[in-house]
């Protein structure tokens, strides 16, 4: 049972110097929902921030990797739903109400995502989507998904309905909080990205259905504390990506799909060599992921945390 002064919502907000964004997005939550942040030791002041804000807050001594920083955040959590949400993430009004009905109006439904855009109002790809498949990852590398829609065979562009769908954006994932527990939180072997489409999948290994809640909206910016850390920061951060692109596959992609994906991001990073000759930044960061992907042929080696 929930204890009676608990809330309704307990939202998990993992920060890495993120105190530019950490204050709309917690201005933007209802009185319903209490804010645990769990920060990976910043170096700003989005600590104070929090705190001056009323949030409860976890100050770690060093960045566990995102995973892991939820995990700690779930100790925390005393309600029935647990909302996973990033800090550069405003919610719309009537959000987290509607994803609420959703997922508790259905036993069977055990995860729900709402519309997510970015800033300027476009859709979000990854707010409803099928399984990242290593076609996917090879159509991507040659940049073909940019040409053509139809080549993106990922996305699921009808947003106008709920409908299930396989991963939604885990910038915004609501969850039951004893499933959340059951699955035994996020994968801390991967540092960072995809931890959606795992727990997604995990959730449908379970019996459980993950629905796209299409009368619930969120603003997205996205890769804003990323794009705050130095150029050796950043292409740590784009091999994590890589990583947990690779390690999907691996889990859960069939025969041979893990190569492939290896053998897309080489060409990827080749083209990128290529195209970014004259930027510093994007060289560095494709030079270090043409040896990184190099070296995951005799299997997996994760990069060094960000």
Not at 90 to 105: M, P, S, T, Y
Not at 144 to 158: A, E, G, M, N, V
Not at 276 to 296: D, F, G, H, I, T
């Amino acid at each position: 049972m929930r204890p009676p002064d608990a809330p309704a919502v307990d939202a998990v907000i993992v920060t890495w110097n993120s105190g530019p964004d950490l204050p709309a997005c917690l201005a933007a939550l209802p009185p319903t929902v209490r804010p645990i942040v769990v920060d990976n030791g910043s170096d700003d002041d989005v600590v104070a921030i929090a705190e001056a804000a009323g949030a409860t807050v976890i100050a770690l001594s060093d960045n566990r990797g995102f995973p892991a920083a939820v995990n700690v955040g779930l100790q925390r959590v005393t309600s029935h739903v647990t909302l996973l949400l990033n800090p550069d993430v405003i919610v719309g009004e009537g959000a987290i109400e509607r994803c609420c009905e959703v997922l508790l109006g259905d036993a069977s439904v055990g995860l729900v995502g709402p519309n997510t855009v970015t800033p300027d109002g476009r859709p979000e790809p990854p707010a409803a989507r099928r399984d990242r498949r290593a076609m996917h990852i090879l159509l991507e590398s040659l940049g073909l998904t940019r040409l053509h829609p139809w080549f993106d065979r990922q996305t699921i562009r009808d947003r106008s309905t709920d409908r299930d769908v396989d991963a939604v954006n885990g910038a915004f994932m609501l969850i039951r909080s004893d499933l959340l527990r059951a699955l035994g939180g996020l994968d801390e072997s991967v540092f960072l990205y995809f931890e959606d489409g795992d727990l997604c999948r995990r959730v449908r290994d379970a019996g459980y259905r993950v629905r796209f809640v299409a009368g619930a909206s969120a603003v997205h910016a996205g890769a804003t504390s990323t794009s705050r850390g130095d150029p050796g920061a950043q292409a740590r951060a784009y091999l994590h990506r890589l990583d947990a692109d690779i390690e999907f596959m691996r889990r859960y992609g069939h025969r041979g799909e893990a190569g492939l994906a290896v053998a897309a991001f080489l060409v990827r990073a080749g083209i990128g060599l290529v195209v970014s000759r004259w930027m510093k930044e994007r060289r560095l960061r494709y030079a270090a992921a043409l040896r990184w992907v190099w070296s995951q042929r005799r299997g997996r080696r994760p990069p060094a945390a960000v």
